[in-house]
């Protein structure tokens, strides 16, 4: 097992400033709030994890980073995401073009949805790379997309590059998938979920990579999850989401060993660990709230077992407390 606290501390230089994101969705329900008022900072050096249930706004957030929440009833109902002083929102599509894959690229958690079953890997990978750089010919663009199968473990590349989607597995695609999100050298790669539905060796394999990928050219990565066993592998930081909101912040090891957030510690609970094998595993009980019909308060309120009338009646707001994290509950001690 590999682990987070091994890659060393982020730098301070911030390469990606998201402040205030609100990535919200009109349905005939109500206006559907799966991101709102989220704000982080990605360092060079750090590998930010992501995680919540499902629908806590993880993927949606990822999303909205590369503008790909573009169309009705999806919307950005306020926000930035900057990099290099640039706000990427305010970008129309032929500027993002030439952003997404170059500058920040991703890793989805589908690989066979992303490559093309018509083509080739080679022929999708020399695609890739000179769509971004049209002076570099066919033959470099070819001995490029080998390197980089090579670095993915491929141990025969040129078998690999002759290959279609179909003629490979999950696994195998997700690699591939690496490889081009690598093509054109980004400063952010951003990875959702690059782990479902792989079996337990391919996804140490798949982590390894990014690992190693992190350690090797620096490139920071927004990796979202909801295993924490992945976080723990990997992750520098980690970001709790609950109903859209950052629900606590901070680095790894304090977040994992220290849990504030109620919402956190229950989470971490629910995980299987070893040794304990004739335990139950702890369930959450109840359900995530309608993003639709926000009650007025805390959105983890009923099903929090320490919620007071405070929690129901007001919404908490994100601050830091004791140990460094940012947490947003009321029940947590301030820093100082």
Not at 22 to 47: C, I, M, Y
Not at 127 to 132: A, D, G, L, M, N
Not at 233 to 262: N, S
Request: charged fraction near 20%; charge should be neutral.
């Amino acid at each position: 097992m590999i682990h987070g606290s091994g890659a060393g501390p982020p730098t301070e230089e911030v390469v990606l400033s998201v402040q205030g994101l609100r990535t919200w969705f009109d349905t005939p329900n109500g206006v559907v709030k799966a991101v709102d008022d989220v704000s982080f900072e990605l360092r060079r050096g750090d590998v930010l994890a992501i995680v919540g249930e499902s629908g806590s706004g993880k993927s949606v957030t990822a999303q909205s980073l590369m503008k790909l929440v573009s169309r009705p009833p999806g919307r950005y109902a306020g926000g930035a995401v900057r990099m290099d002083g640039e706000d990427l929102l305010s970008l129309g599509e032929r500027s993002l073009e030439e952003i997404r894959g170059k500058r920040i690229s991703m890793i989805f958690q589908s690989p066979r949805a992303v490559l093309n079953p018509s083509f080739t890997v080679s022929a999708q990978m020399v695609e890739t790379v000179r769509r971004h750089d049209p002076a570099v010919s066919k033959e470099e663009a070819r001995t490029r997309a080998l390197a980089l199968l090579r670095a993915v473990d491929f141990p025969d590349p040129i078998r690999v590059a002759a290959c279609y989607p179909h003629q490979m597995s999950g696994g195998m695609c997700q690699r591939v998938g690496i490889a081009l999100s690598l093509a054109c050298e980004p400063q952010v790669l951003i990875a959702d979920e690059p782990t479902t539905a792989l079996d337990v060796l391919v996804q140490s394999t798949i982590l390894l990579l990014l690992k190693r990928t992190y350690l090797a050219q620096g490139i920071p990565i927004v990796l979202i999850t909801h295993d924490f066993g992945v976080v723990r592998a990997i992750a520098t930081r980690v970001i709790v989401m609950y109903a859209g909101k950052i629900q606590e912040e901070g680095p790894v090891d304090a977040v994992l060993a220290e849990p504030r957030h109620p919402y956190t510690r229950v989470l971490i609970d629910s995980v299987p660990r070893a040794g304990h094998a004739e335990q139950r595993l702890f369930q959450i009980e109840g359900q995530p709230p309608d993003l639709s019909r926000l009650p007025p308060g805390c959105s983890f309120a009923e099903r929090c077992a320490f919620v007071t009338a405070r929690c129901r009646a007001e919404a908490p707001a994100l601050r830091r407390s004791s140990n460094g994290s940012l947490v947003r509950c009321h029940l947590v001690a301030p820093e100082g």
